[in-house]
């Protein structure tokens, strides 16, 4: 049973470049978080998905950042006009359709975004 | 706004001595759940504790959960290299969201 991936596993971008990282939830999760974590800090929530919605963008800068999770293929969260302080690493996890979002939670490897 | 907070930050040991982290809800938790992360590495589920004064253990690990379900701890014994790595408590706010502690860091002493 393959657990969450996410791809690329490292990301290089210039300032002012678009970031795309993508996320499949584990086989029979619909929901998918993202999160963002600078080195030696925790986890910051950013954004709450469902299939074809999102629920909760709360934590998701307003500007340059979105997320979606269509019907078919991957979450992607996308970062518009890098700018250095973008560079982090950005966690997915997916969650079965149960109880909600106090279910645990499975983290994918993350993708590394360093922004040059 | 809820928040859950976690002590220590950092705590360094000499291998072989005991760790303990602890994990405080500013409102009572329907759950708690325990998470590790090894340097370089991605969260990895440990532990639910739903019961009021719920004690889990999972080999040298020991998890509780408090009589009023508001705080809990994670205690490792005789600690060893493997347990390396930041350990977050995460618990759900009233709209059933993961709030999650800011993690201690074990880091054992050369």
């Known amino acids: 049973n393959a657990g969450v991936m996410q791809n690329p596993r490292h990301l290089v971008r210039r300032r002012g470049q678009e970031a795309r990282l993508r996320c499949s939830p584990m086989k029979g999760h619909s929901h998918v978080y993202w999160y963002r974590q600078l080195p030696e800090e925790g986890l910051k929530f950013m954004v709450y998905?469902?299939?074809?919605?999102?629920?909760?963008e709360s934590g998701m800068p307003k500007e340059r950042f979105s997320a979606e999770f269509p019907k078919e293929g991957p979450s992607i969260l996308r970062i518009q006009q890098v700018v250095r302080g973008d560079s982090a690493a950005y966690f997915c996890?997916?969650?079965?359709?149960?109880?909600?979002?106090?279910?645990?939670?499975?983290f994918g490897p993350g993708t590394r975004l360093t922004v040059l | 706004g809820q928040q859950v907070m976690q002590i220590p930050q950092y705590q360094h040991v000499q291998e072989g001595e005991d760790f303990t982290t602890y994990c405080n809800s500013s409102?009572?938790?329907?759950?708690i759940q325990w998470y590790k992360q090894r340097p370089g590495g991605h969260p990895v589920f440990l532990i639910q504790l739903v019961k009021s004064g719920e004690v889990k253990k999972q080999k040298r690990l020991t998890f509780q959960f408090g009589e009023a379900k508001k705080n809990s701890s994670l205690h490792i014994t005789a600690t060893q290299t493997t347990d390396v790595g930041t350990y977050f408590c995460?618990?759900?706010?009233?709209?059933?969201?993961?709030?999650w502690g800011a993690g201690t860091k074990l880091i054992i002493k050369p």
């Open positions: 995460a618990g759900p706010d009233s709209n059933y969201q993961l709030i």
């Open positions: 996890a997916s969650s079965p359709q149960t109880r909600g979002r106090s279910d645990t939670q499975y």
């Open positions: 998905l469902q299939k074809e919605n999102i629920i909760d």
């Open positions: 409102t009572t938790l329907s759950n």
